[in-house]
């Protein structure tokens, strides 16, 4: 396995065996690590059953609900700890993120890229079925950070994200404490302040297919007042 996929999952029963699969697919190289909040509609005894018919599927089992960002910090952490991959991909379960789009990004860390952002808003990116009101929230988001963080990423708020291993050996994972877009950024901008490459490739985002979208008002508050602080910072 040369790359491990992490998919965080609360209430993804729907979705869970379809993206597993879809990842899979995609060839030898990838791995997949569900990370299942204790989710109440059986998702984590559906990764279990998935993990035990392949042994390229891993699960890693939280009590409780507990956000975005812990979420993947656990994951990356656990992931870290027990394989021997190169690379890791944080990606959503409900089909937002294509997983065929997989190998392009682990092609650009190939090409010496370090960190590699799956972007809607680079040049041929784009979203799908989104109204007014979420595009502006999005675009805007993105643009706030990335000015007054001065990133390089034109998606800092986007979660299809591939990251060589010494690159996350060396952020301090545990110190970070946001969850939803302030974790996207976060880990963009400590990327970068430590002198990493990080280059996007064009995705597609389509909305979700089945389920509820996790995203609140306190998340996208959360990220406004994040990129503040770290500005302030400067760390």
């Known amino acids: 396995m040369e790359c491990l996929v992490l998919i965080p999952t609360y209430n993804e029963a729907e979705n869970i065996r379809r993206i597993t699969q879809a990842v899979l697919d995609q060839g030898e190289r990838f791995g997949v690590l569900i990370i299942d909040d204790n989710s109440p509609d059986g998702t984590g005894r559906i990764a279990d059953e998935l993990a035990s018919a392949d042994d390229r599927v891993m699960v890693l089992h939280r009590p409780e609900k507990q956000g975005l960002g812990p979420a993947y910090i656990a994951g990356l952490q656990h992931g870290l700890r027990t394989t021997e991959a190169l690379f890791f991909n944080t990606m959503d379960a409900d089909f937002s993120h294509d997983p065929s789009d997989l190998s392009r990004l682990l092609a650009e860390a190939g090409n010496g890229a370090d960190m590699v952002v799956g972007s809607r808003y680079c040049r ?23 000015l007054l963080l001065g990133l390089s990423s034109h998606d800092p708020t986007g979660g299809f994200n591939l990251y060589r291993r010494e690159v996350l050996e060396r952020i301090d994972l545990p110190t970070i404490s946001s969850d939803g877009y302030g974790f996207q950024v976060e880990t963009k901008y400590r990327v970068q302040k430590k002198g990493f490459a990080v280059r996007d490739v064009p995705i597609r985002f389509a909305d979700r297919r089945v389920g509820e979208s996790k995203m609140s008002r306190r998340i996208v508050a959360e990220a406004f007042i994040l990129v503040l602080r770290l ?4 760390s």
């Open 124 to 146: 041929g990116g784009s979203t799908d079925n989104w109204g007014l009101g979420r595009k502006l929230i999005s675009r805007g988001g993105g643009l706030y950070a990335r």
């Open 231 to 234: 500005m302030i910072k400067g």
